[in-house]
């Protein structure tokens, strides 16, 4: 993942984390790494990654999009993560 980005969105419900990986994926080339479901609270976090701008792009788009279905909890892009990282 040396040269890949890792961006991360969180959602209060799944179905505002459905949203938020569709408009992440139409909207740059990254690609859907995987979500976890928290225990409590709906929080749904959608992993994505691909290179610094597509992923910046990507995260911003799902933003955007998981806002008007639900709350968005928070977001975050790490450029060029520690390889253990995964």
Not at 13 to 41: F, H, P
Not at 67 to 72: E, Y
Request: charged residues 20%; glycine residues 12%; negative net charge.
């Amino acid at each position: 993942m040396s040269d890949r980005s890792l961006g991360l969105i969180e959602t209060i419900g799944l179905t505002a984390a459905i949203e938020a990986a569709d408009a992440a994926v139409k909207s740059a080339n990254v690609e859907v790494v995987g979500y976890e479901l928290t225990r409590g609270d709906g929080m749904v976090t959608v992993k994505v990654e691909g290179d610094v701008g597509a992923v910046n792009a990507a995260i911003s788009s799902a933003e955007a999009a998981a806002s008007c279905i639900g709350t968005v909890a928070g977001t975050k892009v790490i450029p060029r993560p520690a390889e253990g990282l995964s």
